[in-house]
């Protein structure tokens, strides 16, 4: 089944080109039906490709992580894009996470199903901003699904998860380098704090 897309002027401009008027209602995808050659509507056939390629909302779920090994397949993962050490102290912390959502919460981002990415919601206490907020600790997706609508769509799921637990507000740390994800949170509603600056000291037993 096919209808007339409605969208026609934002996601596909080129106007010279009719072949992507319609797409398919049951796949949601849009469907070439022109009388031109490939070279004929080329930028059309681009913009389409994206668009075949954005998240729609019911594709993308939270969903707990199986197991230990898992999580922590995806913490090495992650650790070693971003060039941070993985060792036995993070490996141990990722179990007892796992062991008790008094923690937090980790979960893997599932499209269709598939994992492509993972969350990490840690639960933290400031009277500043009205008791009980959430750490968004790690926030990791593969790279084929960046820049797609999956980060997003996903920073909507935690938020929502967040809000059940009745947590007030929602903290991450971005390392200094990454200029572009900190544009990518501001657009979705953070905020630099400007006036301070995170400072640690670790207390464990050496």
């Avoid at 947590?167 to 006036?195: P, Q, T």
Wanted: aromatic residues 16%; contains cysteine.
């Amino acid at each position: 089944m096919v209808k007339q897309l409605s969208l026609h002027h934002e996601w596909f401009p080129h106007k010279a080109c009719p072949a992507l008027n319609y797409y398919d209602v049951e796949t949601e995808k849009a469907i070439c039906i022109g009388r031109f050659k490939f070279w004929d509507c080329f930028p059309c056939f681009l913009i389409r490709s994206r668009y075949d390629r954005r998240v729609r909302p019911a594709e993308l779920s939270l969903t707990p992580v199986p197991t230990a090994a898992v999580a922590c397949k995806w913490v090495r993962r992650y650790y070693a894009y971003e060039g941070l050490p993985f060792n036995a102290r993070v490996e141990a912390a990722v179990s007892q996470l796992l062991e008790s959502s008094r923690f937090g919460w980790f979960f893997e981002l599932t499209r269709n199903e598939e994992a492509i990415g993972y969350a990490v919601l840690t639960r933290a206490f400031d009277h500043e901003f009205g008791g009980e907020f959430g750490v968004l600790t790690d926030f990791f997706l593969l790279e084929q699904y960046r820049r797609h609508g999956h980060g997003s769509r996903a920073l909507e799921l935690i938020e929502e998860f967040a809000r059940s637990q009745n947590l007030c507000a929602l903290d991450l740390y971005v390392l200094e380098r990454n200029a572009g994800v900190r544009e990518f949170y501001k657009r979705r509603g953070f905020r630099d704090v400007s006036d301070r600056r995170a400072m640690t000291k670790s207390i464990a037993d050496a």
